[in-house]
């Protein structure tokens, strides 16, 4: 182990001097070149040479990027061996579960662990600003995409170009490829060229999940809006407890979770439950 870590550091240092030569050869530009190959070369020798865990961390991030040691303290005594908790990241939703292999068994929706998330992403919120597509006047079709996940679609806030009272509609459409309707209803609001008004059918679940940048469509009728934004929860925890929290991290468990642990059975997320409580992370 001892040859392993030295022939580790060796290694390391020698392409540490390439490096710093070639930055000084290119002259008083980069004079201070020296001080950056330095702190490169510490921080990649310590987590080169920690163990394999340690690497992954450096790698794939603690409490930012794909957040792999936060996760990893939140699953010590973890109560189910079959399941972990769902995990969020808004900017990596889509390889957040890359990085735990052996654990995609069952992604238990009533656990969630929280990376990079926003106060205001979990709120109510405008989550796009549709653009119009197609039509003129009263009648009009308008596209958005989210982007990221968004958990539940609330509704459209919308700006109306005419002075007359508002008495439109509004559908939401699965696409431009899938003409399903996901909600439909009334546009109600004041009266007035410049007025916002509202369109809140009930709220659409499970909205964008994995959906990347597929557009939704938006028909409009009976109104002459000049901007439509669209309203949502990113991260819905509604229903949640938050156990402990850190930043833009934290973790948290459902109502009915929650509930088991007081019963006979709960014993093993009792004490979990109160680990993340009182010790957090």
Known sequence: ?????????????VGAVVIAMAALICGPVQRNAGLAVATIRNDWQEAWCASPEGRRIAFYGDRSGLGYGYVLKALEGYPDPDSVPEIRNPQHDEFVSLF??????????????????????????TIASAVRVDGGGR???????????VDTFVGLDVTVGDSDRIAGTAQLLGGPRDPSILALGAIEGGSGAGQRATFRPPPVTRFSIHRGAEPFLIRIS????????VVGIRVDIRGYEVLTQEGECFVAARNELLAVSSGPAGEGWLRYFQRLRCGGL
């Open 100 to 125: 735990l292999p052996g654990h995609l068994r069952h992604v238990d929706g009533r656990m969630l662990i929280g990376i990079g998330i926003p106060e205001a992403d979990r709120h109510e919120g």
């Open 222 to 229: 009976g109104v002459d809006p000049t901007r439509v934004e």
């Open 139 to 149: 009648e009009s079709i308008w596209e958005f995409a989210t982007g990221s996940d």
């Open 1 to 13: 182990m001892n040859n392993q870590l030295h022939s580790c550091r060796r290694w390391l240092s």
